[in-house]
């Protein structure tokens, strides 16, 4: 029964490697999807599974989660042996294929027992992954912000300019998220420790030891028709947009979504704990 997780775990670790060339222990939501694909999981599955691992929508999956939830499937998902409820006779659920188990057949394992042979290792794969850090769990990403006029957001320890053509330390900020600030808050460190803020004037600065309403920033994506997940925009406590003009000048003056407010945000690194 080992071998055959082994054997899956091992499939997966393949493909990994085949999709992540960075190694950075992590997959994009794209990369997840693309993945997910190679291993001949259809895109619904995948579609659900990535909403169900990446609830606080950092758009990001740690590769622990990936490899856990191709097991998931692999074992047969909503089909599990353990997991026979129908629902009411009436209910449409019924009628969907895959809880009638018309899909072809997954390879079978029992999960129940398997928890009790790995019941001293911190998840499926700890052994088979050698080359892949362990993380407890994901707090939080470096990231770098590209604004409309080609340039990286940059910190000067007090000033925020978007000005800067190459990336290095100044122009690398920590994104994190906690539960309290709702859904979508994020909040911006620098790498002077400072968090970005929003004055009651709307201007931007980095000059905050601690986490508060003025630094705790809406991150979304803009309904604009564009595709990439990469583009954020941030909306602040005055309900205005973090925005950046042709020169580098950094504000949240802007009350509605344009160019100027759409930022190009590529994860660099992830924090563990």
């Not at 909403?51 to 999956?61: A, C, N, P, S, T």
């Not at 692999?74 to 042996?81: A, F, K, P």
């Not at 057949?105 to 794969?125: G, V």
């Amino acid at each position: 029964m080992l071998n055959k997780v082994q054997e899956l775990t091992k499939e997966a670790e393949n493909v990994y490697y085949q999709v992540d060339t960075e190694r950075n222990g992590f997959l994009r939501r794209k990369e997840f999807k693309k993945a997910m694909k190679k291993l001949g999981i259809n895109k619904y599955e995948a579609k659900h599974m990535l909403i169900f691992v990446d609830q606080e929508r950092l758009k990001v999956v740690s590769i622990k989660n990936y490899v856990n939830s191709y097991l998931f499937i692999q074992s047969g998902g909503l089909n599990h042996i353990n997991t026979d409820y129908q629902g009411p006779i009436t209910s449409v659920v019924d009628q969907r294929t895959h809880m009638n188990n018309t899909e072809p057949e997954r390879i079978p394992f029992d999960m129940s027992q398997l928890s009790k042979q790995l019941s001293n290792i911190s998840f499926l794969t700890q052994n088979v992954f050698q080359s892949i850090p362990r993380p407890k769990n994901i707090v939080g990403y470096y990231q770098t912000m590209q604004a409309a006029n080609g340039m990286y957001l940059c910190s000067e320890n007090g000033r925020l300019i978007a000005n800067r053509p190459v990336i290095g330390p100044w122009e690398k900020f920590f994104l994190h998220h906690d539960s309290s600030w709702g859904v979508d808050g994020r909040a911006l460190k620098t790498v002077w420790n400072k968090y970005i803020c929003c004055e009651i004037d709307n201007t931007a600065v980095d000059n905050r030891t601690a986490v508060g309403p003025w630094e705790i920033f809406k991150q979304s994506i803009p309904d604009d028709g564009g595709q990439s997940m990469e583009r954020n925009v941030y909306k602040s406590w005055t309900g205005r947009y973090l925005t950046s003009d042709t020169t580098g000048n950094v504000s949240f003056g802007a009350t509605s979504i344009g160019t100027n407010e759409i930022w190009i945000c590529k994860v660099v690194s992830a924090v563990y704990i």
